[in-house]
């Protein structure tokens, strides 16, 4: 799936033991620094989240078998909208017609939106997922 990554691991983490981990073994000279947090700032989740593109960012958790439906235990990298990503992308929608939710003329701002999040930001989930794979199995983390 274009934007998501999945590694099977012998372990679950936690957000805080999943930044631990990144702390001690991530290579933030050649794959960027990264954050503890909420990117969209709604709910209470937390996510290890490093940059990407202006308007998008990866973000790096965990699942334990039974949550969420998972069936394996894994780390996921994802592709998000930072919130600047997704303010632009809610206000690019201008709605036309009598019915607001019918037919919307999206600015083309919206389709390079999506090219970055397709483009650029998928090579950057690419490399950062080679890079944690790397880190995880090196630790014996990997199933």
Known sequence: MVGREVI????????EELFAFMEEHWDKSNFND???GNPS???ADLYVMLPA???H?????????GEFFSKEKKVI???AMTKRGASEALFRS???GSNIFAGAWKVGSVMSQNKERTGPAQDVLLAYTEHMRT??????YLD
Request: aromatic share 8%; no cysteine; hydrophobic share 45%.
């Open 8 to 15: 099977l691991t012998n372990r679950a983490f936690t957000p």
């Open 34 to 36: 990264f954050a503890l």
């Open 41 to 43: 700032g709604v709910g």
């Open 53 to 55: 593109t202006p308007r």
């Open 57 to 65: 960012l990866v973000i790096v958790y965990s699942r334990d078998v």
């Open 77 to 79: 990298l994802s592709v």
């Open 94 to 96: 201008i709605p036309t």
């Open 135 to 140: 880190i995880l199995g090196g630790a014996g």
